[in-house]
């Protein structure tokens, strides 16, 4: 396939246009935000605001007719926009336009009754619906299995369970916790201690729309106030046609990723002089960020990240954050997402780490950590490098941490280890996995954009020539919309079950694949 050089050459200024005013989008006010830029709206996460808030307030009156136009034909809704129905989304959006407006969505109902009921739903779907008297508080099933084994409610705040959450899920577990205990007309007052004494600043709790919703529902159903209303925070995350977004606003990962891919062409641009202030002055006081600055808990991942975009675009204030991150780096050489902290944010300092180890993560601080003069014999250099090559599946691929392939992960590994000049059959390995997930219709994994771009990314860094990337490079100028953003995926990106879409992390990745191309031709 022969691709015309101005083609490229246009969906590479059209992507380097769209991440400069996403990056000047994210800084503006919430009031003058495009929603272009940001992550998608949410069924799921707009019945929690409903539920949460006061029923006569403008702001839920705008919510629910969003959530009636959005309503799928077959009566359901979906975790995010655009997506196919499911039980959970559509039991807690009956429940908000029922307790709000007490009309029976009948085509909701019936959705609910072919999918088996309300018994079908997850457990934090059932505290909630127990909570307004539509499930039986005795018949809850709390999760036995998977990433949170839950121990019985009184119990969760012994040792074993408590000190191996990261404070997130701290916040989730002990809100759903206490909703639960409160559903079964139990006493809950020590978890509502423990909750005033997480909220941020701000009002929320971990600029999470959930965990805020949930939290709120807790203090509501005690009659105590928290110390800081939320409903002010939840007003300014709001988007104007009444939705609430899927998850945070990405604000420090994207800046910094954006940054990075910028700085090299557009370093005297106004809107990155804006991006590398919004870094220098958002960085908390153990030289640490969180995904959106300044109330998020520090998080080892958005680091990383806010040090790229600091080191590309010269920043004098990078020092810091390499130390934190150094400090940061498990016995075994890796690196995890989440450090215990201490104080509010941004008045707060990282304590132990408390989550498991990541090959995403470590990748993306090795690069953010990365200097022409290390060489792969620095210690903390070798000992992540070593940790990254012994995690290495049977297959060649690496386990993701985040995102719903492991394509992400081992492109990731694989520019990694191909830019700190790893020897061996490792690299060859991984490029062999990616190969076997590319499809017929010239795809990879999900089919999305992300996956194509971090697949042929892997390609093209390492200088491989056993996939023809033309066809490829063809589907990305095929997927980008007109103003250099992508077409929306909600599958292969992002957390496990949180289906949601964040444009300019696909339109850097976007970008990326599309400059190398470029480069090449």
Known sequence: MSLEKGKIETAVKRSQNFLLDGVDNHILTDTQRQSKFLINPSPLTTALVILASEKDSKSVKNAISWLRNIQNKDGGWGFSDNVTSDINSTSLCLLAIEETDKLVDERARMFIEKNGGFSKTKWFVQVILSLFNKYPPDEICAPSVGPVELPPAEMRFAPFFYNNLYPYAKDMVFSLTALEMLAKHENADKIIKFLESVQGLDGSWDQDIIVTSLATLAFQRTKINPKISPYRWFSKVQYSEGALPAFNQLACWDIGWASSILASKFLQDERLQRARDYLENGMYLDGSFGSTLPYAGPDIDD??????????????????????????????????????????????????????????????????????????????????????????????????????????????????????????????????????????????????????????????????????????????????????????????????????????????LGLNALELFFKRI
């Open 303 to 508: 680091t990383a990240v806010a040090l790229l975009g600091l080191k590309n675009l010269r920043s004098d204030k990078a020092l810091q954050t390499v130390r934190y991150l150094k400090s940061m780096q498990n016995a075994d050489g890796s690196w995890s997402t989440f450090p215990e902290y201490y104080g509010s944010p941004p008045y707060c300092f990282s304590g132990k780490v408390v989550h498991q180890p990541s090959v995403d993560i470590t990748c993306h601080v090795l690069k953010a950590l990365y200097d022409e003069s290390l060489t792969c014999k620095e210690p903390f250099i070798e000992a992540a490098l070593n940790w990254l090559i012994s995690v290495q599946n049977k297959d060649g691929s690496w386990k993701t941490t985040w995102f719903n392939s492991n394509i992400h992960a081992t492109s990731e590994a694989v520019t990694t280890l191909h830019k700190f000049r790893v020897k061996g059959e490792t690299i060859a390995r991984g490029l062999e996995y990616l190969v076997a997930q590319q499809r017929s219709d010239r795809c990879f994994g999900n089919g999305t954009v992300e996956e194509a771009s971090l697949a042929i990314t892997a390609f093209m860094t390492c200088s491989s020539d056993i996939v023809d990337v033309d066809p490829v490079i063809q589907f990305l100028i095929d997927s980008q919309n007109p103003d250099g953003s992508f077409v929306r995926s909600y599958t292969g990106v992002y957390a496990h079950s949180i289906l949601y879409n964040d444009p300019m992390y696909s339109a850097y």
